[in-house]
């Protein structure tokens, strides 16, 4: 396990960007990813992406939310454009340090407010 701390969140207007970094205490072999949960609502997963750069966006913010990765820095990057209402809620940064298919670290989250 290693400890992940996510950055900045904050509040925007509809339309606008947010950058969110989550940086890891060590290198992760396996998958990084962005889960976010609104409230009210379940977890979901928004974009995850492989050392090998491979990226899964979910449909609700394709087009919209990139995912990056710089292994050199153990640090994964969540650009957040066109923002809207719906994607209000605390971002969570997960990693899957060994590379054994299960996500074993996690962060404390960072909240994401979008105004109407």
């Known amino acids: 396990q290693v400890q992940l701390v996510e950055s900045g969140g904050g509040l925007v207007q509809t339309g606008g960007s947010l950058r969110l970094s989550c940086v890891a205490s060590g290198s992760i072999a396996g998958i990084m990813a962005w889960y976010r949960q609104a409230p009210g609502k379940q977890r979901e997963l928004v974009v995850s992406i492989t050392s090998a750069d491979d990226a899964y966006t979910a449909d609700s913010v394709k087009g919209r939310f990139t995912i990056s990765r710089d292994n050199a820095k153990n640090t994964v990057y969540l650009q957040m454009n066109s923002l809207k209402p719906e994607d209000t809620g605390v971002y969570s940064c997960?990693?899957?340090?060994w590379g054994l298919g299960n996500y074993d670290s996690w962060g404390p989250g960072t909240q994401v407010t979008v105004s109407s």
């Open positions: 997960l990693a899957d340090r």
